[in-house]
Every structure is written in structure tokens, then in C-alpha cells.
Nanobody, 116 residues
Framework: VQLVESGGGLVQAGGSLRLSCAAS????????MGWFRQSPGKEREAVAH???????SIADSVKGRFTASLDGAKNTLYLQMNTLKPEDTAVYYC???????????WGQGTQVTVSS
């Protein structure tokens, strides 16, 4: 399983970015995919969860500003980030589980920096 994130960069506060996570190495839909982020000196935190049964959730800190979606045909997970704030600055990671009890796979991360 390979997860490759892209789309990070430097943006001014109030701006937008769209992150992508291209997944490969499995032939069926993943049981779970999600976005996490980690700022320097802080623990990794969950941003959005998407399950194969259609269940989704998003962190309160980004609700109303971020939207996660999955293109099953392309096996690509997206995170649309609007109205970005300096506190959104972090390395953003994509994650996936092939089944409920499988290991979790991580991408290499993509840096998002929001300037004030």
C-alpha cells in the first residue's frame, strides 16, 4: 500500500488549498481513509475520517472550513481547505486501513504553511 500526498504549500491567511492523496497497492476500496496533521511540538491530530460505509466526520477545529472527499474511481482522497488560519500550519498526513483490523498505512506528509 502506498499513499502519496500532494498540494501543500505556503498560503496567506484566508486563502485555500486542496490536498490530494493518491492511494495504490490495493484492489478494493479501503475500509477507512483519513487526514491527520501535526504541528511542531504537538501530537498528531485527526482532521477528517471517511469510512467505506459512507460515514464521515471532521474535527471541530476545521468544521465549516475543510471538506474531505474520496474519488473511488481514482483511489484519491482530497482535503479542500478554505479560510485557512495560521493555526492550520502543520504537516498533513493521509492514512488508510484496508479492513477494520488491519494495520494503518501513512503517507509521507505534505507541509501546509499559513502566513498571517
Amino acid at each position: 500500500v502506498q499513499l502519496v500526498e500532494s498540494g501543500g504549500g505556503l498560503v496567506q491567511a484566508g486563502g485555500s488549498l486542496r490536498l490530494s492523496c493518491a492511494a495504490s497497492g490495493f484492489t478494493s476500496s479501503a475500509y477507512y481513509m483519513g487526514w491527520f496533521r501535526q504541528s511542531p511540538g504537538k501530537e498528531r491530530e485527526a482532521v477528517a475520517h471517511l469510512y467505506a460505509d459512507g460515514t464521515t466526520s471532521i474535527a471541530d477545529s476545521v468544521k465549516g472550513r475543510f471538506t474531505a472527499s474520496l474519488d473511488g474511481a481514482k483511489n484519491t482522497l482530497y482535503l479542500q481547505m478554505n479560510t485557512l488560519k495560521p493555526e492550520d500550519t502543520a504537516v498533513y498526513y493521509c492514512a488508510a486501513k484496508l479492513s477494520r483490523y488491519s494495520d494503518i498505512y501513512w503517507g509521507q506528509g505534505t507541509q501546509v504553511t499559513v502566513s498571517s
